[in-house]
């Protein structure tokens, strides 16, 4: 089967550093996407990756390291509004995206 | 440049009816996919229109059906309603001519089933 595997839960400080792990296994992968969700609100893109490495937007990195399967969000200068879940997703070619369950992050103050 | 906009916003339909969703893409996107997405969990990937033609499809039964018309607008119909049908329907809207995949949701319509 196809599956997406992320942490539940992230409870982080304000102003702290988060890392948000995601692990896929999929029949294909042509890239990594990074959303996130309001409650009550629709997912909106972060980021996305293709080729192994590290792409920066501003508080927000993201990693990819195909050879392992894995990624991960990264979140720096944490805010309150940050809090929200995040979800991993795969574009798996075949014109098909799959999506993790999300990982939800508190951020405290 | 207009987001993309989905109606209406809240359904209760009751087990065995129909029901259609609609979506309008992003001004300058030709491709729309479906989700299902259920309380807690990550959105679901129903189907995908290109150019109004179905690409893509989940594993999700025919009496989930879609449309794309020449506008880029899109519908989704579900046939035979289940309790399990419950759930935030959500298009998201995409430039398939672009090597990153970047899709742009809509506020999502809120289907309960009773």
């Known amino acids: 089967g196809q599956s997406l595997e992320q942490p539940s839960e992230v409870t982080a400080v304000e102003g702290a550093i988060v890392q948000i792990n995601c692990t896929y296994q999929?029949?294909?992968?042509?890239?990594l996407s990074w959303y996130q969700q309001h409650d009550g609100g629709a997912p909106t893109f972060l980021s996305y990756?293709?080729?192994?490495g590290l792409e920066e937007t501003g508080r927000f990195s993201s990693f990819l390291s195909r050879s392992d399967s894995y990624g991960y969000l990264l979140l720096q200068e944490l805010q309150m509004k940050d809090s929200a879940s995040y979800f991993c997703?795969?574009?798996?070619?075949?014109?098909?995206?799959?999506f993790g369950a999300g990982t939800r992050l508190f951020v405290k103050a | 440049e207009t987001g993309v906009t989905q109606s209406p916003t809240h359904l209760i339909k009751t087990r065995g009816q129909q029901v259609t969703l609609r979506c309008s893409s992003q001004?300058?996107?030709?491709?729309v996919s479906w989700y299902q997405q259920a309380l807690g969990q990550g959105p679901q990937f129903i189907f995908q229109?290109?150019?109004?033609?179905?690409?893509g499809r989940g594993n999700f039964p025919p009496r989930f059906s879609g449309l794309q018309f020449p506008n880029y607008s899109s519908e989704l119909n579900v046939n035979a309603l289940e309790l399990d049908d419950s759930a935030l329907y959500l298009c998201?809207?995409?430039?398939?001519?672009?090597?990153?995949?970047?899709?742009?949701f809509g506020p999502g319509t809120r289907l309960t089933v009773t």
């Open positions: 998201a809207s995409s430039n398939s001519d672009r090597s990153r995949d970047e899709q742009y």
């Open positions: 999929t029949s294909g992968f042509y890239g």
């Open positions: 990756n293709a080729l192994d």
């Open positions: 001004s300058g996107h030709n491709t």
């Open positions: 997703a795969v574009n798996t070619g075949g014109f098909k995206t799959i």
């Open positions: 229109y290109y150019r109004e033609e179905e690409n």
